[in-house]
């Protein structure tokens, strides 16, 4: 029983070690800054430099999500804008897509050391909010995802440094590793702020709220610097 016990402990640290998805951890022997297993990795029709900065495969080598990989049919999908608003909403994806659109070339950072420099494309994350009209006690925004991952940003940062939820990754469509049909462009913030297959976005007043990974011990602010 004991040597039952230790083992399940292991597992468990193994587990939560291998927590991150993972992109760029076999970039090894490359002589431009591009291994062959990177290169193999970008999609025919994605674009790979972007003013002077070569942006990386919107395809990671594998994938450490918390239930691997979310498959989303487009034509039963919907995103639910709920909580602290004055009127609920459910968008489909065509109307996210009408939205005004916005182009960012951000890199996102995992705890686990590696990083993805990527040119996004997407709707505001304000003018989602806007349509369902935050309540004046709205502090929170949480990101509700088909995999049952929830993560959440403060409102006000998701206002000022006009976050984007992308819907393109390197002039294509997401791809489904990437978070098809949508991924919050969690800029300054670590990776597990980077909400991916989102299909709820709460607005709350409990600016508190931990989501999967930091309910494990990550930090709330994820700041990356
Ligand atoms: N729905 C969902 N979103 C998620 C995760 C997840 O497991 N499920 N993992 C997070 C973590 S820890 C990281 S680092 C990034 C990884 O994104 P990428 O592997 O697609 O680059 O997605 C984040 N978003
Ligand atoms: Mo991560």
Redesign the pocket.
């Known amino acids: 029983m004991k040597r039952f016990l230790a083992v399940l402990v292991l597992l468990c640290f193994i587990l939560v070690q291998a927590?991150?998805?993972?992109?760029n951890q076999d970039d090894s022997g490359n002589t431009d800054g591009v291994s062959q297993a990177t290169e193999g990795r970008y999609s025919e029709l994605e674009i790979r430099d972007y003013e002077g900065t070569r942006l990386d495969p919107s395809v990671?080598p594998r994938?450490n999500?918390?239930s691997g990989i979310q498959e989303v049919d487009i034509a039963s999908y919907t995103l639910e804008i709920t909580g602290l608003v004055k009127q609920k909403m459910t968008l489909k994806y065509d109307e996210v897509l009408a939205l005004p659109s916005y182009e960012k070339l951000i890199t996102?950072h995992?705890v686990e050391g590696w990083d993805?420099t990527v040119l996004w494309k997407g709707a505001l994350l304000k003018d989602i909010i806007d349509l369902a009209e935050a309540d004046e006690d709205a502090n929170s925004v949480i990101f509700h995802?088909?995999?049952g991952?929830t993560t959440s940003l403060p409102l006000v940062e998701i206002l000022e440094k006009n976050m984007i939820f992308a819907y393109s990754s390197n002039n294509i469509t997401l791809p489904a590793?990437?978070?098809f049909p949508f991924i919050v462009v969690a800029e300054d913030k670590l990776?597990?702020k980077?909400?991916?297959?989102v299909n709820e976005i709460e607005l709350s007043s409990n600016a508190d709220y931990r989501g999967y990974?930091e309910q494990r011990g990550y930090d709330n602010e994820a700041d990356i610097n």
């Open positions: 927590g991150c998805g993972g992109q990671g994938d999500s918390i996102l995992c993805a995802c088909v995999d991952y590793s990437l978070g990776g597990y980077w909400a991916r297959w990974w």
